[in-house]
C-alpha cells in the first residue's frame, strides 16, 4: 500500500512524485492518459517504488486509508471532472488536495461540495516550477484543519528551509485561503516579470545596448540586493543561442496569461483596492496578442530605433521602488481580504513561505521581513522614506523613456499610485461634484 496518492503526472507531476519517493514516502501515481505512464519507472530511477496506475479503481484501492490524494491536473473541466470521479470513489474522512492554479471562489465552492460528501479538502497553490517542485516547492494551504495535520509531516519532507529556517509550507485558514495567497504570488510575479522584461525593452531600443549588455547589468543586479530567481533565468534566456543567433530574436513577443492575474484584479475590483501595476502587467500581454491592432497602427506612427543613453545608477533605483510598491499593492489587497472575508492572512508568513523554494523568491522578500512592518505597512515610516528616496531615479527614467518614445508598463503606474496615495487631495473633488450635476449625487461635505 502506498502512503499517498497523485493525479495527473504532466510535468509537474512528476516532478512531485520524484521529490516525494526520494524522501522515502510511496507514492501511487495515475494518469488517464497511457502516454504519460508509459517508461516513468525507467526515465526516473526514484520512481521505482511508485505504484503506477490508469485505473482510477486500482490507484484509490492501492492508497492506505485515510486516503490522501493530490490533484495536479490544469484548472476548469479537467479538475471538475477529477473531483466529480473521487467523490464517487472515495470513503469518509479521506483526504482530497487540489495542487493546481484554481480560482479561489472555485475553491470554496469545492471546499463545500467535497465536505457535504463527508470527505476532508485541501486547497493548495504550489510554486517553483517544474525545478523548484522537484528540488523543495513553496505550498500556500487553506482547507480543513484536520486534514492538514494528516499531511503537514509529509509537505515537511519535500519543501525546503525558508528565511526563519522554518519549511516552506504554510496553513492560511480553513477555507480558500491557499488559492488565495497563491493568486497573490502570481499577481506579485505578473508585475516583476513585466518589471525585469521592460528594462530590457528600454535597453535593447536605444542603438547603444545589445543583449550582452542587458546581460551584464541583470549579472550586476544579481550579486547585490536586486537579486531574484525570475532575475537570474532572464539573464539565462537572454544570451541563449541557437543555431541561427540568440533565442529572443527569434521568439514571437506574444505573451498569453493563465488566469490568475486575471483573477487577483477582479477581487480587487470587489475589494476596492488598487492593484495599478498588476492591471498594466496584464494589459501588456493583451496588447501583445493583439496583432492586428498593432500592425495598423505601427504603419501610421514613424518607428525609428534612437540612440540614447541610460543612467544605469537611476534604473536600479527605478527598479527597486517599482518592486516596493508592488509587493505595497499586494500587503493591502491581503488585508483589504482579511477585514471583509474574516480571514487572518499573516503577510509575513506568506512572505517567508515565498522566501524559498518559489518563482518569486528574492533578497527583496528577506529585506521585506526584516526591515518592515509588512502586517502594518501603513504605520511603516521606513517603507515611505525609502520609496521617497528612490522617486528620484524612477522619474529620471521616465523622462528618458517619454523623450525616446519608449513605453514602459508598470513604471509610470509605480509612480502615479505612490503620488496619489501620498496626496492630501486628489483631482476627485472634480469628479464628485461632476456625479452630482449629471445624476444628483450626493456631495459629501469635509
Same mark, same amino acid.
Given at each position: 500500500?502506498?502512503?499517498?496518492?497523485?493525479?495527473?503526472?504532466?510535468?509537474?507531476?512528476?516532478?512531485?512524485?520524484?521529490?516525494?519517493?526520494?524522501?522515502?514516502?510511496?507514492?501511487?501515481?495515475?494518469?488517464?492518459?497511457?502516454?504519460?505512464?508509459?517508461?516513468?519507472?525507467?526515465?526516473?530511477?526514484?520512481?521505482?517504488?511508485?505504484?503506477?496506475?490508469?485505473?482510477?479503481?486500482?490507484?484509490?484501492?492501492?492508497?492506505?486509508? *485515510?486516503?490522501?490524494?493530490?490533484?495536479?491536473? *490544469?484548472?476548469? *473541466?479537467?479538475?471538475?471532472?477529477?473531483?466529480?470521479?473521487?467523490?464517487?470513489?472515495?470513503?469518509?474522512?479521506?483526504?482530497?488536495?487540489?495542487?493546481?492554479?484554481?480560482?479561489?471562489?472555485?475553491?470554496?465552492?469545492?471546499?463545500?461540495?467535497?465536505?457535504?460528501?463527508?470527505?476532508?479538502?485541501?486547497?493548495?497553490?504550489?510554486?517553483?516550477?517544474?525545478?523548484?517542485?522537484?528540488?523543495?516547492?513553496?505550498?500556500?494551504?487553506?482547507?480543513?484543519?484536520?486534514?492538514?495535520?494528516?499531511?503537514?509531516?509529509?509537505?515537511?519532507?519535500?519543501?525546503?528551509?525558508?528565511?526563519?529556517?522554518?519549511?516552506?509550507?504554510?496553513?492560511?485558514?480553513?477555507?480558500?485561503?491557499?488559492?488565495?495567497?497563491?493568486?497573490?504570488?502570481?499577481?506579485?510575479?505578473?508585475?516583476?516579470?513585466?518589471?525585469?522584461?521592460?528594462?530590457?525593452?528600454?535597453?535593447?531600443?536605444?542603438?547603444?545596448?545589445?543583449?550582452?549588455?542587458?546581460?551584464?547589468?541583470?549579472?550586476?543586479?544579481?550579486?547585490?540586493?536586486?537579486?531574484?530567481?525570475?532575475?537570474?533565468?532572464?539573464?539565462?534566456?537572454?544570451?541563449?543561442?541557437?543555431?541561427?543567433?540568440?533565442?529572443?530574436?527569434?521568439?514571437?513577443?506574444?505573451?498569453?496569461?493563465?488566469?490568475?492575474?486575471?483573477?487577483?484584479?477582479?477581487?480587487?475590483?470587489?475589494?476596492?483596492?488598487?492593484?495599478?501595476?498588476?492591471?498594466?502587467?496584464?494589459?501588456?500581454?493583451?496588447?501583445?496578442?493583439?496583432?492586428?491592432?498593432?500592425?495598423?497602427?505601427?504603419?501610421?506612427?514613424?518607428?525609428?530605433?534612437?540612440?540614447?543613453?541610460?543612467?544605469?545608477?537611476?534604473?536600479?533605483?527605478?527598479?527597486?521602488?517599482?518592486?516596493?510598491?508592488?509587493?505595497?499593492?499586494?500587503?493591502?489587497?491581503?488585508?483589504?481580504?482579511?477585514?471583509?472575508?474574516?480571514?487572518?492572512?499573516?503577510?509575513?508568513?506568506?512572505?517567508?513561505?515565498?522566501?524559498?523554494?518559489?518563482?518569486?523568491?528574492?533578497?527583496?522578500?528577506?529585506?521585506?521581513?526584516?526591515?518592515?512592518?509588512?502586517?502594518?505597512?501603513?504605520?511603516?515610516?521606513?517603507?515611505?522614506?525609502?520609496?521617497? =528616496?528612490?522617486?528620484?531615479?524612477?522619474?529620471?527614467?521616465?523622462?528618458?523613456?517619454?523623450?525616446?518614445?519608449?513605453?514602459? *508598463?508598470?513604471?509610470? =503606474?509605480?509612480?502615479?499610485?505612490?503620488?496619489?496615495?501620498?496626496?492630501?487631495?486628489?483631482?476627485?473633488?472634480?469628479?464628485?461634484?461632476?456625479?452630482?450635476?449629471?445624476?444628483?449625487? =450626493?456631495?459629501?461635505?469635509?
Amino acid at each position: 500500500m502506498s502512503d499517498f496518492g497523485i493525479i495527473g503526472i504532466g510535468r509537474i507531476g512528476t516532478s512531485m512524485a520524484r521529490n516525494m519517493s526520494s524522501k522515502g514516502i510511496i507514492v501511487s501515481l495515475y494518469d488517464k492518459s497511457h502516454n504519460s505512464l508509459d517508461n516513468l519507472k525507467n526515465d526516473y530511477p526514484e520512481l521505482d517504488s511508485s505504484l503506477v496506475f490508469d485505473d482510477i479503481n486500482k490507484f484509490i484501492s492501492s492508497i492506505s486509508k *485515510p486516503r490522501k490524494v493530490l490533484i495536479l491536473v *490544469p484548472s476548469g *473541466p479537467a479538475l471538475d471532472e477529477v473531483i466529480s470521479l473521487l467523490i464517487q470513489h472515495l470513503d469518509f474522512n479521506d483526504i482530497l488536495i487540489d495542487g493546481g492554479n484554481t480560482n479561489p471562489n472555485v475553491s470554496f465552492e469545492n471546499h463545500q461540495t467535497i465536505k457535504s460528501k463527508n470527505l476532508l479538502y485541501l486547497g493548495m497553490g504550489v510554486s517553483g516550477g517544474v525545478k523548484g517542485v522537484l528540488e523543495g516547492p513553496s505550498i500556500m494551504i487553506g482547507g480543513d484543519t484536520n486534514a492538514f495535520d494528516q499531511v503537514k509531516n509529509i509537505f515537511s519532507q519535500i519543501t525546503s528551509k525558508t528565511i526563519n529556517g522554518s519549511k516552506s509550507f504554510e496553513f492560511f485558514g480553513d477555507s480558500n485561503q491557499g488559492h488565495f495567497v497563491k493568486m497573490i504570488h502570481n499577481g506579485i510575479e505578473y508585475v516583476e516579470m513585466q518589471l525585469i522584461s521592460s528594462i530590457y525593452y528600454l535597453m535593447i531600443n536605444s542603438k547603444k545596448y545589445m543583449y550582452e549588455d542587458v546581460a551584464k547589468i541583470f549579472k550586476k543586479w544579481n550579486d547585490i540586493d536586486l537579486n531574484s530567481y525570475l532575475l537570474e533565468i532572464s539573464l539565462l534566456k537572454l544570451t541563449e543561442k541557437t543555431d541561427n543567433g540568440y533565442l529572443l530574436d527569434r521568439i514571437d513577443d506574444k505573451a498569453d496569461d493563465n488566469g490568475t492575474g486575471r483573477w487577483m484584479l477582479k477581487h480587487a475590483i470587489d475589494l476596492g483596492c488598487s492593484v495599478s501595476m498588476l492591471n498594466s502587467a496584464i494589459d501588456s500581454r493583451f496588447i501583445s496578442g493583439n496583432n492586428i491592432t498593432r500592425s495598423k497602427a505601427n504603419k501610421m506612427i514613424k518607428d525609428d530605433k534612437k540612440e540614447y543613453d541610460i543612467d544605469f545608477e537611476s534604473l536600479a533605483n527605478a527598479y527597486r521602488f517599482c518592486r516596493l510598491i508592488n509587493y505595497f499593492q499586494a500587503f493591502l489587497l491581503i488585508d483589504s481580504a482579511n477585514k471583509s472575508y474574516g480571514w487572518n492572512i499573516s503577510i509575513s508568513n506568506a512572505l517567508n513561505v515565498w522566501s524559498n523554494g518559489s518563482i518569486i523568491k528574492s533578497k527583496l522578500i528577506n529585506k521585506l521581513l526584516s526591515d518592515y512592518s509588512v502586517d502594518d505597512i501603513l504605520d511603516d515610516k521606513n517603507i515611505f522614506n525609502n520609496l521617497n =528616496e528612490l522617486k528620484p531615479g524612477l522619474i529620471d527614467i521616465l523622462n528618458t523613456s517619454l523623450i525616446n518614445d519608449i513605453s514602459l *508598463p508598470c513604471f509610470n =503606474e509605480a509612480l502615479n499610485y505612490f503620488n496619489q496615495i501620498s496626496s492630501s487631495s486628489l483631482s476627485t473633488k472634480l469628479i464628485q461634484a461632476q456625479r452630482n450635476y449629471f445624476g444628483s449625487h =450626493e456631495i459629501k461635505i469635509n
